[in-house]
């Protein structure tokens, strides 16, 4: 009769070990899972969004000769006093937008609804600096100002 207490006991003990695991599992995927899906958003959003991501798109769409795109990519002041085609014409005296074989975009600034994205474009004719000016509206950052090699872009 011990030896069926003691089995049963047994049961009970492996069910609560069990179970405790799974809970403890359960909280550390949910949890733990949380927490990474927060914080590597905040720092994904950091990389590859924000304004280097609205940057690195304008130029690609820009390199692409998809200047319909990139130009929807320009603050409301900028769109407001060019369209399409003045845009495309602007884009054309600075080559080092569509010529680029490489691009380092390793500085960037945030403050509050304003941002700096700042590098270099690689060209056939050498490196060029690049400075970017963004704000953001509502969820999306918008480029107020592209000076390439000190010009900005008309």
């Known amino acids: 009769m011990n030896q069926g207490m003691s089995q049963g006991g047994g049961n009970n003990t492996m069910k609560i070990v069990g179970i405790t695991c ?3 599992l ?3 995927c949910c949890c733990g899972g949380g ?5 590597g958003a905040g720092v994904g959003a950091m990389l590859s969004g924000g304004p280097k991501g609205s940057t690195d798109a304008f130029l690609d769409e820009l390199r692409a000769n998809n200047h319909a795109q990139a130009f ?3 603050g409301g002041q900028y769109q407001a006093t060019h369209d399409v085609t003045s845009f495309t014409a602007a884009v054309a005296t600075m080559p080092a937008l569509t010529q680029f074989t490489d691009r380092t975009m390793n ?6 609804n304003t941002g700096t994205v700042s590098g270099v474009l690689t060209t ?3 490196a060029q600096p690049v400075v970017f000016q963004c704000t953001k509206q509502g969820e ?3 480029i107020d100002q592209v000076t390439v090699g000190g010009m900005i872009l008309p």
């Open 22 to 24: 799974g809970v403890l």
């Open 26 to 28: 359960l909280l550390s």
């Open 35 to 39: 927490f990474f899906a927060l914080g």
């Open 72 to 74: 929807q990519r320009m």
């Open 107 to 112: 500085n960037i600034q945030i403050n509050n």
């Open 124 to 126: 056939p004719q050498g």
């Open 140 to 142: 999306y950052w918008y």
